[in-house]
């Protein structure tokens, strides 16, 4: 008889590498990514990640890429005035990021090589022209969204308070309902982001409201 085939081991791919990387990124942390780490959870030597990707670096570009690569942007291809496409590319972006906010402080670094991030500021930055803003209001409104999504994505507002109603309620006679904001996180953390980027577009729209004919400076 013959005897039966060994299963064989499934093919290191980057795919694979990028998705275990993440989930670790995910569960642990961006220290919790190392080369050595990797090759263990992956069943597999650590030299044979090297076939696939030069450093640990390229590896985490990589997963930030990933993440990115999920962020919608049709809003701006498909004539969507740019109010409405910067309100609901933030709200894409920031759903992207916080289903991963580990990887975040690793992708605020910027773009760098990275293709879904380079489209995606490509992708704002023309919308931003077509509707008539200059290329340097352009790059500040591109800059001013990133910094507002990544920031609202890194943590929680209401999960910095503890539970704990004793500590405010003598010396700190405005937060005497602080100790709640945990059970509200999710309402709470929503409705500040909501606010936030409500404010700001509707700010761009009341400073610049034809976007155009304003100085560059």
Same mark, same amino acid.
């Given at each position: 008889?013959?005897?039966?085939?060994?299963?064989?081991?499934?093919?290191?791919?980057?795919?694979?590498?990028?998705?275990?990387?993440?989930?670790?990124?995910?569960?642990?942390?961006?220290?919790?990514?190392?080369?050595?780490?990797?090759?263990?959870?992956?069943?597999?030597?650590?030299?044979?990640?090297?076939?696939?990707?030069?450093?640990?670096?390229?590896?985490?570009?990589?997963?930030?890429?990933?993440?990115?690569?999920?962020?919608?942007?049709?809003?701006?291809?498909?004539?969507?005035?740019?109010?409405?496409?910067?309100?609901?590319?933030?709200?894409?972006?920031?759903?992207?990021?916080?289903?991963?906010?580990?990887?975040?402080?690793?992708?605020?670094?910027?773009?760098?090589?990275?293709?879904?991030?380079?489209?995606?500021?490509?992708?704002?930055?023309?919308?931003? &022209?077509?509707?008539?803003?200059?290329?340097?209001?352009? &790059?500040?409104?591109?800059?001013?969204?990133?910094?507002?999504?990544?920031?609202?994505?890194?943590?929680?507002?209401?999960?910095?308070?503890?539970?704990?109603?004793?500590?405010?309620?003598?010396?700190?006679?405005?937060?005497?309902?602080?100790?709640?904001?945990?059970?509200?996180?999710?309402?709470?953390?929503?409705?500040?982001?909501? &606010?936030?980027?409500?404010?700001?577009?509707?700010?761009?729209?009341?400073?610049?409201?034809?976007?155009?004919?304003?100085?560059?400076?």
């Amino acid at each position: 008889m013959c005897g039966m085939a060994r299963p064989r081991k499934p093919l290191l791919s980057r795919e694979r590498i990028v998705a275990t990387a993440l989930r670790l990124v995910d569960a642990d942390g961006l220290q919790a990514v190392s080369t050595r780490r990797l090759a263990a959870e992956l069943g597999v030597s650590g030299p044979s990640l090297y076939n696939h990707f030069r450093t640990k670096d390229e590896i985490l570009d990589a997963v930030a890429d990933q993440v990115c690569s999920r962020v919608d942007l049709t809003m701006f291809e498909d004539g969507t005035p740019w109010d409405e496409a910067l309100t609901r590319w933030a709200r894409s972006y920031r759903a992207a990021l916080r289903a991963h906010p580990h990887i975040v402080p690793f992708l605020a670094q910027g773009p760098g090589r990275r293709p879904s991030q380079l489209r995606m500021a490509d992708a704002v930055f023309g919308a931003m &022209t077509r509707a008539g803003w200059s290329r340097a209001q352009a &790059t500040h409104i591109g800059a001013l969204m990133r910094y507002f999504v990544a920031g609202s994505a890194l943590g929680s507002f209401a999960r910095g308070f503890v539970d704990d109603a004793s500590l405010y309620e003598d010396s700190y006679p405005h937060l005497t309902q602080a100790h709640l904001l945990a059970d509200q996180r999710d309402r709470v953390d929503e409705g500040a982001f909501e &606010t936030g980027l409500a404010a700001l577009v509707r700010g761009l729209a009341d400073t610049f409201p034809d976007g155009r004919d304003h100085p560059e400076g």
